[in-house]
């Protein structure tokens, strides 16, 4: 599953790979054990501009388990339930769980892909109001 950019002026269709077009996500305030600061951050508009990366101070990846609560910079961190996909599965679909009242209380989608040496990930309709926030580690 590739992001499509349909140019109506144009009259073309582009396919576009997350590997070689994403926005990096690189805030040391991500990190899974990063407590909250005042004001508290937010993602709310993160699932409608395409790809991300996680890197530098934010980490590698997205968290796999729950970093608690109050923690990446946001009351409600949002964390990767699952195993990472492989280069040969392609683009998966995953759901993130958010720590509201308890751990996993909200779930939401992302589409995952591994591209060899870093993952990439679409986040797809959040329905969690703020403040959440999604949690990056090694």
Known sequence: MQTIIVDYLRNFIC??????????????????DHPVISPSKCDIDLDTKGWHRFQGAAGTKMATKSPGFNKCGAPFPAWFNG????????IVRRYVCINRRKECTERSLVDVKNCTSYYVYKFEGNSAACPFRYCGTD
């Open 15 to 32: 396919l576009v790979d997350g590997c070689h077009h994403y926005q990096n996500l690189t805030d040391a305030e991500r990190k899974y």
């Open 83 to 90: 195993a990472h996909p492989t280069v040969a599965e392609g």
